[in-house]
Nanobody
Framework: QVQLVESGGGLVQAGGSLRLSCAASGRTFSHYTMGWFRQAPGKEREFVAGISWSGSSTRYADSVKGRFTISRDNAENTVYLQMNSLKPEDTAVYYC???????????????????WGQGTQVTVSS
């Protein structure tokens, strides 16, 4: 069992930065691929970024490439999402998720993740 708690969301002006954190409980955190997803009002939840259990492989949605960076600290059971050059269209609730994935290609699919956090709100004003 893995429990996930996101933090770091808030209100920021366009062009600003935020760093989201996702703290995981459980001694097997390092076994899990971690993903960040987001859901804007009236829209479906979408993939943002993913990182393999070792941190050696990452994947990003085209909309955030070059602006967002996902990283993890297995010793601290935490995954991060550094978000730079934020845009109003980045406004959403951001969720972290954990899953036992075997391929980088699978990271974008919600159904492969077994555990989800409650989400943290990110609001980018224009």
């Amino acid at each position: 069992q893995v429990q996930l708690v996101e933090s770091g969301g808030g209100l920021v002006q366009a062009g600003g930065s935020l760093r989201l954190s996702c703290a995981a409980s459980g001694r097997t955190f390092s076994h899990y691929t971690m993903g960040w997803f987001r859901q804007a009002p009236g829209k479906e939840r979408e993939f943002v970024a993913g990182i393999s259990w070792s941190g050696s492989s990452t994947r990003y949605a085209d909309s955030v490439k070059g602006r967002f960076t996902i990283s993890r600290d297995n010793a601290e059971n935490t995954v991060y999402l550094q978000m730079n050059s934020l845009k109003p269209e980045d406004t959403a609730v951001y969720y972290c998720a954990a899953g036992l994935l075997t391929t980088t290609q699978a990271m974008i699919h919600m159904h492969v993740y077994d555990y989800w956090g409650q989400g943290t709100q990110v609001t980018v004003s224009s």
